[in-house]
């Protein structure tokens, strides 16, 4: 699937530094300092378990970061920009881009999505399938020297390490399941010999290899796949090239489950298409890991919407979907979501720009506050329970003596919620609050399409 997304260009003035490509185990001549003091400030906070994506650096950004509250950030680094010509480094100009995202920002951490991509490394230099796709790099030595390095400098700063992204795609990646594997096993080989305490992280699979992946393995025809896809009216013939690279893409993601379990700690699984299928494609995701003798953690460090593959835009829409998508991964077991993005990007094309959390001048979006609220809401609590919502969905949240339940309906009901308090505090998405007491041990009010927090009361 081309779907397009942002590459950084983290580089800014400062000394080279030179090593011997030779060299198995490079010798460091720079490394990062640091990261900055813990994050406390009063009511901000940085929460573990969310993340964005997209344009985080200056200071609008760190703005909206403080803002908003997430504790992890994505940033993308190509072998390239490391190393534009062979043997000539330029560790300081990355690494100091890379650590001025945790320095401006104590607290936040940083997983890096390392490209292969590179003008001289790859095994050919011929045309690729997108003018942004790794081409695999002909010698693996050299490239097991670009990761270590990485790693070796970014100890104490870069919690994860990410190996390519969507591979299955083709519009990230050139080549074969095979060479993806063997670009994994040397790049946890490197990270695993520079920082014993870092993280391998597979590179996201696609939203849509995963939906067809899921449905497919539930006997769905291929007329139900389709709708989930948005591609009714425009159903893929049998046998036709579109169909054939769907059915290749899912056999990527079987082969790199398969054999490359030894090789990473976490898998990532990216969300957009409908929100309502979640649940199933991760369940998926956890039934491929367990038939190949595993479990891993998943996250999922790109979710967005709504698609416009499946679903007009509107700021409201956008503002629920933030809380329905969170609220689903999270119930399904997703251990870490990221937004895409922070910022609306005009690169992102059609489909995606739309999906960022405010606008490129920094105005925050009805989405912005749902996010924000959400992270507050949930901070702390962890899915505990669900309930039956007719037309919609029931979450309950709970740390020790305090839970929140987020409450929805798409085509509206009245709920009646049981609840041992007096009364009940609801919470809706643009922060208006109501109080409305309990009677014979329940509250009953109206559901809608947007979300609702509903906590007790204190008596």
């Known amino acids: 699937m081309k779907l397009p997304k942002l590459l950084f260009l983290l580089l800014v003035t400062a000394p080279t530094v030179v090593l011997v490509t030779s060299c198995k185990t490079p010798r460091v001549k720079h490394s990062w300092p640091s990261p900055g003091p813990a994050y406390s400030s009063g009511a901000d906070l940085r929460s573990d378990r969310f993340g964005v994506i997209g344009r985080t650096t200056g200071q609008t950004a760190t703005r909206l970061l403080d803002e908003l509250g997430v504790g992890w950030i994505r940033v993308p680094v190509n072998w390239g920009q490391v190393e534009p010509r062979q043997g000539d480094y330029k560790w300081r100009e990355v690494s100091d881009a890379v650590h001025a995202e945790t320095r401006a920002r104590p607290g936040m951490q940083v997983m890096v999505t390392l490209h292969a991509k590179s003008p001289w490394a790859g095994r050919h230099s011929g045309v690729t399938a997108s003018d942004k796709a790794t081409i695999p790099p002909s010698s693996l030595d050299d490239y097991y020297e670009f990761v270590y390095g990485m790693a070796r400098r970014g100890r104490g700063v870069v919690r994860c390490w990410q190996i390519e992204n969507e591979m299955e795609g083709r519009s990230w990646w050139d080549g074969t399941s095979e060479e993806y594997l063997a670009l994994l096993r040397t790049a946890s080989r490197a990270v695993r010999a520079a920082d014993p305490s870092a993280k391998v992280v597979l590179g996201g699979f696609t939203s849509e290899t995963c939906t067809v992946a899921a449905f497919t393995s539930q006997g769905a025809t291929r007329q139900d796949v389709a709708r989930q896809l948005g591609y009714e009216g425009v159903l893929p013939p049998p046998g036709s090239e579109a169909e054939t690279r769907l059915r290749r893409n899912v056999a990527f993601v079987d082969a790199v489950l398969a054999k490359g ?199």
Do not use: C
């Open 261 to 459: 379990k030894d090789y990473f700690d976490i898998v990532d699984l990216h969300l957009y298409h409908r929100y309502e299928t979640i649940p199933m494609r991760v369940a998926w995701l956890r039934s491929k890991m367990q038939a190949n003798g595993y479990e891993k953690p998943i996250w999922a460090t790109e979710v967005g919407g709504p698609d416009p593959a499946v679903l007009p835009h509107s700021d409201s829409a956008q503002a629920q979907e933030v809380v329905k998508r969170l609220a689903l991964a999270l119930a399904s077991g997703v251990e870490k979501v990221f937004w895409l993005g922070l910022s609306e990007m005009d690169d992102q094309g059609a489909r995606f720009r739309r999906m960022g959390l405010a606008t490129p001048s920094g105005r925050r979006k009805e989405a912005f506050e749902a996010y924000r609220l959400t992270i507050r809401k949930l901070d702390e609590l962890a899915y505990s329970s669900s309930l039956d919502v007719p037309g919609g969905y029931g979450f309950r949240f709970q740390g020790g003596p305090r839970g929140v339940w987020i409450l929805w309906a798409d085509r509206g009901a009245q709920f009646r919620l049981q609840t041992g308090a007096s009364e009940v505090l609801v919470t809706r998405l643009d922060g208006r609050e109501q109080r409305l007491a309990a009677k014979d041990g329940a509250v009953q009010f109206s559901l809608t399409a947007s979300p609702v927090f509903v906590q007790d009361v204190a008596g």
